[in-house]
């Protein structure tokens, strides 16, 4: 049985993105420039380690716009070529009914989502990853999250997209882990108790 983790960067104020779909403030812009490139691997890390990962339109669209040919552009960091080279190597899979073709290790499903993910869970491999607040949101719904990784940066938005959507029942968790970064940022990984 496949374990799968909703993990990103959210706001302290619980946003994944804030008013128009704006991402700025999690790119560990600011002063820090280690916090950015120390989280910067963890992530690149957990890309290499992820069986496969599950993406809803958006969040393709996002990064599939940027990391296919990350690592040819000038100025590129030996980072940011590692992480592009993981993100096209690692197995994807795209929910979307308007998405026409997907590339780079990808496969793209219009059906019900929740159906899809449950049968992926089924299988003998490795561990899923799902980005994308609306795909988690109905992943959440159904029950289907086994952990849930917030990488929370110490800035207030004010609004934009929850991390979390809105739940019929309670679903409680355990900490696992918690991991301070430069700059304030602080990881916690927590399970779901079952």
């Known amino acids: 049985m496949r374990k799968?983790?909703?993990?990103?960067?959210?706001?302290?104020?619980?946003?994944?993105a804030a008013p128009g779909d704006d991402l700025g403030w999690g790119g560990g812009e600011g002063p820090d420039s280690s916090s950015s490139d120390e989280l910067f691997q963890?992530?690149?890390d957990r890309v290499g380690a992820t069986g496969l990962a599950l993406y809803g339109r958006k969040l393709w669209e996002v990064?599939?716009?940027?990391?296919?040919?990350?690592?040819?552009?000038?100025?590129?960091?030996?980072?940011?070529?590692?992480?592009?080279?993981?993100?096209?190597?690692?197995?994807?899979?795209?929910?979307?009914?308007?998405?026409?073709?997907?590339?780079?290790?990808?496969?793209?499903?219009?059906g019900d989502a929740v159906t899809e993910i449950t049968r992926l869970k089924t299988e003998d491999a490795g561990p899923m990853d799902i980005g994308g607040a609306t795909?988690?949101?109905?992943?959440?719904?159904?029950?289907?999250?086994?952990?849930?990784?917030?990488?929370?940066?110490?800035?207030?938005?004010g609004g934009g997209t929850p991390f979390f959507t809105a739940l019929d029942n309670w679903v409680n968790l355990s900490l696992v882990e918690t991991r301070a970064f430069p700059g304030g940022v602080l990881?916690?990984?927590?399970?779901t108790r079952q």
């Not at 990881?187 to 399970?191: A, D, M």
């Open 42 to 44: 963890w992530w690149s």
């Open 135 to 157: 795909l988690a949101g109905a992943a959440m719904r159904a029950g289907l999250i086994d952990e849930y990784v917030l990488v929370t940066v110490p800035v207030l938005v």
């Open 4 to 16: 799968l983790t909703f993990g990103m960067n959210v706001t302290l104020d619980g946003y994944i």
């Open 63 to 110: 990064m599939s716009s940027h990391w296919p040919t990350a690592d040819q552009q000038p100025g590129v960091t030996p980072a940011e070529a590692e992480f592009a080279r993981r993100w096209r190597d690692m197995p994807k899979v795209v929910f979307s009914s308007t998405t026409g073709t997907v590339d780079w290790n990808t496969r793209l499903v219009t």
């Open 187 to 191: 990881l916690t990984r927590y399970e």
